[in-house]
Antibody
Framework: QLQLQESGPGLVKPSETLSLTCTVS??????????WGWIRQPPGKGLEWIGS???????YYNPSLKSRVTISVDTSKNQFSLKLSSVTAADTAVYYC??????????WGQGTLVTVSS | NFMLTQPHSVSESPGKTVTISCTRS????????VQWYQQRPGSAPTTVIY?????PSGVPDRFSGSIDSSSNSASLTISGLKTEDEADYYC??????????FGGGTKLTVL
């Protein structure tokens, strides 16, 4: 059974860089059948796509966040990562990683709450 | 890029049928498949409909999806409502540049 697990600091200071990693177990991140993505959800609000990556390293970013986002993949560790720079309180959210198979986001991590506060 | 607009909330009684709409702001709704996700409080979303009208295994056939080109919208219909269907529902699609787009979400109350 495929599992995705987010990890990283739960508290980040304003203006600093948020860094999260998604570890994939039970399957290979290198398959050509999938994209891997990050989605966030501010408290009490809806889902917002941050960006996604293909195993080859091709990336796609939400235009509203593009200037601050970097997503990378480490196939040797079966992980992909998110960096979001210059964070503010508006970046406080639950961050999810997910797998896209064809059009379906069929596997999600449990989510991790990241709070931006001094 | 386009937006997907959903009603903020809907409510219906157990045993009844409810339909949640998802309207695409520009471009044809038929251009890219629509998915629907259910999210219960404190949990990650799960798929109830993919590729407009396909149900993943394990999702009851009370859940169905459709698209309507005349209104440029997708719909999620849940029949025989159960209290366990109470959740937030999100529609989602893609644009031509492989960007992912989510609707704002609809809170379903079963009362």
């Amino acid at each position: 059974q495929l599992q995705l697990q987010e990890s990283g600091p739960g508290l980040v200071k304003p203006s600093e860089t948020l860094s999260l990693t998604c570890t994939v177990s039970g399957g290979s991140i290198s398959s050509s059948s999938y994209y891997w993505g990050w989605i966030r959800q501010p408290p009490g609000k809806g889902l917002e796509w941050i960006g996604s990556i293909y195993y080859s390293g091709s990336t796609y970013y939400n235009p509203s966040l593009k200037s601050r986002v970097t997503i990378s993949v480490d196939t040797s560790k079966n992980q992909f990562s998110l960096k979001l720079s210059s964070v503010t309180a508006a970046d406080t959210a639950v961050y999810y990683c997910a797998r896209r198979h064809s059009t379906n986001l069929d596997y999600w991590g449990q989510g991790t709450l990241v709070t931006v506060s001094s | 890029n386009f937006m997907l607009t959903q009603p903020h909330s809907v409510s219906e009684s157990p045993g009844k049928t409810v339909t949640i709409s998802c309207t695409r702001s520009s471009g044809s709704i038929a251009s890219n498949y629509v998915q629907w996700y259910q999210q219960r409080p404190g949990s990650a979303p799960t798929t109830v409909i993919y590729e407009d009208n396909q149900r993943p295994s394990g999702v009851p056939d009370r859940f169905s999806g459709s698209i309507d080109s005349s209104s440029n919208s997708a719909s999620l219909t849940i029949s025989g409502l159960k209290t366990e269907d109470e959740a937030d529902y999100y529609c989602q699609s893609y644009d031509s540049s492989n960007l992912w787009v989510f609707g704002g979400g609809t809170k379903l109350t079963v009362l």
